[in-house]
């Protein structure tokens, strides 16, 4: 059971990501309960939260993201989206997700944005 994080690449400023967290060989009544989040983190700096979906789909944003970010779940596919649109280049980071209760993380994935 683990979480594998995908999306991440090099984008302009202004341009667009959609990042996927896939519950890979979880089943659905394991996935559905749990809250999903998105942290990212910048070499030097401390891990940041971005943002979180709770099990009934209720979403919380850090402020750097609101209006720019969406998370979404869709528990059929056991899967966590962040789509990323107006990317800046202070975004630029590895994106990591993370899944509780359980304290299950997957690997980062590499988010560069570009001036």
């Known amino acids: 059971v683990q979480l594998q994080a995908s999306g991440g690449g090099l984008v302009q400023a202004g341009g667009s990501l959609r990042l996927s967290c896939v519950g890979s060989?979880?089943?659905?009544?394991?996935?559905?309960?749990?809250?999903v989040e998105w942290h990212r983190q910048v070499p030097g700096k401390q891990r940041e939260l971005v943002a979180r979906i709770s099990s009934s789909g209720s979403r919380t944003y850090a402020d750097s993201v609101k209006g720019r970010f969406t998370i979404s779940r869709d528990n059929s596919r056991k899967t966590v989206y962040l789509q990323m649109n107006s990317l800046k280049p202070e975004d630029t980071a590895v994106y990591y997700c993370s899944m509780n209760p359980g304290n299950l993380w997957g690997q980062g994935t590499q988010v560069t944005v570009s001036s």
């Open positions: 060989r979880m089943i659905t009544s394991v996935f559905n309960p749990k809250t």
